[in-house]
């Protein structure tokens, strides 16, 4: 009687192996990626139930944030980074035209499938525009570890003044009135994330040395930056009025956290777009709806209280749709 002896077979097992261990580790990156933005958002959202902080803390908070912290954000980013290789104009002009392809496709479909001008200058915006403010340079920085942040910071600095033109234009065009060129061109220019990105390159250019003091202040201001706005946007959360608008709400929550990051990251993706471009165009496409679509839709004639909630559910629900994102790019190898 003969018997065979059952060995494993290392060139069958070892691959696969690897790959399981693979897997699970661009599962962690991931997650660790996304975790520390999930806590810091509900730290906010307790603080509020708490007490700690009001509707009216958050609003006055924000705008100290916007236009002091961001800024120097800014600076410092692009300030350490080399400007060189900061500067990339493939990405920049990708960003832009999907950016722009996204506005344009929001808007056709709001124009087929929402009534109510109001609500659907809101749709509109609440597909498009991202938080990628707030949620850019955290997940990069997450998903790549230590590397040029400089790239991002001025994606960000063109994607963002782009994101705030077409917001003006399409609320006050269902607003019935006509946008202000010249007005805008103006907000561009006295935009703080524009300025301290300005100041930045124009920092490089004439080769500025910043005392060692000040550098020190400015990180710790950025990395300050960075943590408090996701605490400020966990603090703006308000559930209740969910129940409101559950049509529009299930159209932008798809189109912004599903339809967009799909249709605009796989392009990326297949342009060539890896590493640090593709993580960066992960935090423009894939992010929440952007927390200022508010107050602007408040001011300019849109339905105030869907914006509201639809800034809401997307960044309730952006933390579990970003994982998957994320975890779709590295166990391709993207990023």
Known sequence: MHYTSLQRDPDRTEPAAAETGGKMENFLVCLNAVLPILFLIALGYGAKCLGFLDREDVEKLNKLMFRMFMPVLMYYNIY???LA???RPRL???AVAAVLAAFFLSAGFARVAVRDRSKRSVVIQG???SNFVIIGIPIVSSLMGDVDLGPVAILLAV???LYNVLAVIILEYYNGKRPELKKMLLEILK???ILGSAAAILSLLIKLRLPQP????ARQISQTASAFMLVLLGAFFRFDGLRGHPRELAMIVAGRLIVVPGIFLSLGAALGFRGVELAALIGVFASATAATSFPMAQQMGGDAELAGDAVVATSALCSFTLFLWCLIFKNLGMV
């Open 92 to 94: 920049l002009l990708y």
């Open 80 to 82: 350490n980074s080399d």
């Open 191 to 193: 935009n703080p994330l």
């Open 127 to 129: 597909i498009y525009r």
């Open 159 to 161: 994607v963002v003044p």
């Open 214 to 217: 000040v550098l020190s202040a």
């Open 85 to 87: 290789s900061a500067i």
